[in-house]
């Protein structure tokens, strides 16, 4: 499902430029080619995370109960009719999430935890999120 909001994600690329905001993904594995498959979806740089530091000490999993949740389900259903498939390889029960960090003392501007698979921010909600980033001369540089 991930492919999915990747895509929604790229998206926004040209506001994300307009802004000076760069697109960053984080993956906990490379299988095959895992990685190389995803950058058909997602339109910015990926890095390797296999010891799983971004993820913070306490991981949020769902186990293979979750696929009894009707959200689940709803949420793979609408995944499929969008043409999307996964590969269904590697662990899987990772809860993924997304963050708008604003430049300097701004911090973090959105955040957004996923709460069962496929659980993804709202597009408009980043897009707000985005649209409150101050530029900074760095940025303005850019």
Not at 17 to 36: M, P, T, W
Not at 76 to 105: A, S, T
Request: charged content about 25%; some cysteine.
């Amino acid at each position: 499902m991930c492919r999915e909001e990747a895509s929604d994600l790229s998206s926004l690329k040209p506001l994300l430029d307009e802004r000076g905001v760069a697109l960053f993904a984080v993956v906990k594995e490379n299988i095959a080619s895992e990685i190389q498959d995803f950058r058909a979806y997602f339109n910015g740089e990926i890095f390797l995370d296999q010891q799983m530091c971004f993820y913070g000490v306490k991981r949020r999993t769902m186990r293979s109960l979750g696929f009894a949740r009707f959200g689940v389900w709803r949420n793979l259903l609408q995944v499929w009719r969008r043409g999307y498939h996964g590969n269904r390889k590697g662990e899987g029960f990772v809860l993924g999430g997304l963050y708008v960090i604003g430049p300097e003392n701004q911090g973090i501007l959105l955040e957004h935890h996923e709460k069962e698979f496929g659980d993804k921010a709202y597009l408009s909600a980043v897009r707000t999120a985005v649209s409150r980033i101050q530029n900074t001369k760095e940025t303005q540089d850019n």
